[in-house]
């Protein structure tokens, strides 16, 4: 059934309506397993936070890893930020915190959507001139790649009025649209969002941004203590793809491939964190050193017994021990052969 969804087409099919019932039922049972699990929630947000940041601010380009990220946020010196990638990866971190503590009280306005982007860019030496404010040049959507090549993926709305009013329309749509399933409703927002490109930079960042708001406002508590932003990551290529085919027909265009992309986004990391919390119970069973090489594995995925023997101190035969034990508890997983092996949570 074809259905119409702000400007869009939406084929509404038995996947997407799977897609949100599964998503919603995990979503029933919140209150019960966040009531169960207090102290364990607090390590997942410590972490996802981590992995937030980090990804977000790498698929547009920056170099950071997620232990470097750590690091840097373990010990904020603003006086020392003089390199672009640790000033994106401050100002996103403190934009998410904000959000994550504090989204009942920033409703989806024009004036919210300029003070976030503005939080956003704070610390970023050269954007100072345009932070807050709509874009006044255009800026075409680009994908950035490891090798430092950049690829156009779509045009963007014209800078001036036409994003000022595209803006305004998209806003009024969604705080008085009252029949579209919430998860719908926010996958169309950013998807817009992205389409229009308001500001001069940060747009990507900032509609992941807007995602963890728009779902924590509408009640979806769990994605504070699980990475969305890793998992766009993951499926950056992805990403791109759909975005680009759902450009290709504007205006007017079908975005179920965009709905369901995003919605399948949501309930793959949805299901992390039901297994997270599962291991969990298994976490508390290990000893010190096993905790210990657990936590930065966490911390630090696809690293190798090696790097774990150094960080820690401990021989590299009794870690290679250690790190058996963790995999036949179906804690970590084994990647790689021979020399190449390397380590990572299950």
Same mark, same amino acid.
């Given at each position: ?89 401050? =100002?996103? #971190?403190?934009?998410?915190? /904000?959000?994550?503590?504090?989204? @009942? ?5 024009? +004036?919210? $959507? ?72 926010? =996958?169309? #927002?950013?998807?817009?969002? /992205?389409?229009?490109?308001?500001? @001069? ?5 900032? +509609?992941? $941004? ?48 965009w709905i369901h992309f995003f919605l399948n986004c949501l309930l793959t990391i949805q299901k992390q964190l039901l297994t997270k919390l599962l291991q969990s119970g298994l976490e508390t069973q290990l000893s010190p050193k096993e905790k210990l090489i657990y936590s930065i594995i966490q911390n630090r995925p696809n690293i190798q017994s090696g790097e ?39």
């Amino acid at each position: 059934m074809k259905d119409k969804v702000y400007n869009f087409e939406l084929n509404i099919d038995w996947k997407l309506i799977n897609l949100i019932s599964e998503i919603d039922r995990f979503d029933a049972n919140w209150t019960a397993i966040e009531r169960k699990e207090g102290q364990s929630l607090n390590e997942l947000k410590s972490i996802a936070t981590v992995r937030s940041v980090g990804a977000s601010n790498r698929i547009e380009g920056n170099k950071m890893s997620d232990e470097e990220v750590d690091a840097l946020l373990q010990k904020i010196d603003l006086t020392t930020l003089a390199d672009r990638d640790s000033q994106e990866v401050v =100002g996103y #971190f403190e934009v998410l915190d /904000l959000i994550t503590e504090s989204y @009942q009280n920033i409703p989806l306005s024009e +004036s919210h $959507l300029k003070s976030l982007h503005n939080s956003l860019m704070k610390y970023n030496a050269k954007d100072q001139w345009h932070k807050g404010n709509y874009k006044q040049h255009s800026n075409a959507v680009e994908a950035s790649f490891p090798d430092g090549t950049k690829q156009i993926i779509f045009q963007t709305t014209a800078a001036g009025f036409a994003t000022e009013n595209e803006i305004r329309a998209l806003l009024d749509w969604y705080t008085t649209e009252t029949e579209v399933h919430p998860l719908i409703k926010i =996958g169309s #927002f950013v998807y817009e969002f /992205l389409s229009i490109h308001p500001f @001069q930079d940060g747009n990507g960042r900032l +509609s992941r $941004l807007i995602s963890t708001l728009l779902l924590l406002t509408k009640g979806y508590k769990w994605i504070a203590y699980v990475s969305f932003e890793h998992e766009i990551e993951n499926r950056k290529n992805e990403y791109y793809q759909v975005l680009r085919s759902c450009q290709a027909q504007r205006p007017n265009e079908d975005v179920t491939v965009w709905i369901h992309f995003f919605l399948n986004c949501l309930l793959t990391i949805q299901k992390q964190l039901l297994t997270k919390l599962l291991q969990s119970g298994l976490e508390t069973q290990l000893s010190p050193k096993e905790k210990l090489i657990y936590s930065i594995i966490q911390n630090r995925p696809n690293i190798q017994s090696g790097e774990i023997s150094e960080k820690l101190a401990i021989p590299l035969p009794t870690i290679k021990r250690l790190l058996s034990i963790l995999t036949a508890k179906g804690l970590i997983e084994k990647q790689g052969i021979g020399r190449n092996v390397s380590y990572t949570i299950k």
